[in-house]
């Protein structure tokens, strides 16, 4: 596709249950980025890929987020026993590479989740 | 103290105003700065980037980088009711990996 598809773009989930947030990058960029949006804020680093391995997971909060990217292009996000303070915007960037000048992230719309 | 300090606003003005945006940070290991627009239910798209301290303009916008006041700033002119929007300044340091550090973005509203 033409940028960074993310899937589902809004998931209204019971507190307890496990997601699944997909991220869909623009072809051929090798680094990929998680980050979280609440209201009002700004994105927060999660997690970001260069290839199939995280190459920086400071941002996770705990143990309960974990981020897979198998074969180097999509990648999941995925969330167990959630909480009502993970209801935010869940956004994905790519980009060519990784800490690169002039290497722009391209960011998806998001995932709106809303734990209830 | 975050890292990144941005004046959430809301920030209303007329149609035709020079408008100014600002951010301050504390981490003197940035290097990249740039500013992102953000509008209602969508993801931020890169406004402006500048490297080190400096100026740099494209069209009506033009971004300001004081890396010894830990200072930047963006400033549109002759704002279109099409800026409303959110703005965020995000900065890097890119021996991390170009991860981003996002200041808490500043609504702007643009009146006809």
């Known amino acids: 596709g033409a940028g960074v598809s993310q899937t589902p773009s809004n998931k209204v989930t019971e507190k307890g249950k496990y997601v699944e947030l997909r991220c869909d990058p623009i072809?051929?960029?090798?680094?990929l980025y998680w980050y979280r949006q609440s209201l009002g804020q700004g994105p927060e680093f999660l997690i970001y890929f260069q290839g199939t391995g995280a190459a920086d997971d400071s941002g996770l909060p705990n143990d309960r987020f974990f981020a897979v990217r198998p074969e180097g292009s999509v990648s999941t996000l995925k969330i167990q026993r959630t909480e009502r303070g993970d209801s935010a915007v869940y956004l994905c960037?790519?980009?060519?590479?990784?800490?690169?000048?002039?290497?722009?992230?391209?960011f998806g719309q998001g995932t709106r989740l809303t734990v209830v | 103290q975050k890292e990144v300090e941005q004046d959430p606003g809301p920030l209303s003005v007329p149609e035709g105003a020079i408008v100014s945006l600002n951010c301050t940070y504390s981490?003197?290991?940035?290097?990249?700065f740039m500013w992102y627009r953000q509008y209602s239910r969508k993801g931020p798209e890169l406004l402006m980037y500048t490297y080190s301290s400096g100026n740099k303009e494209d069209g009506r916008f033009t971004a300001q980088v004081d890396k010894s006041s830990k200072y930047i700033s963006l400033f549109i002119r002759d704002s279109q009711p099409s800026d409303s929007a959110t703005y965020l300044c995000a900065m890097s340091d890119y021996n991390q990996g170009g991860k981003l550090i996002f200041g808490q973005g500043t609504e702007l509203s643009v009146k006809p």
């Open positions: 960037a790519s980009s060519l590479r990784a800490g690169s000048a002039n290497t722009e992230a391209f």
């Open positions: 981490n003197s290991a940035f290097q990249y």
């Open positions: 072809s051929g960029h090798t680094a």
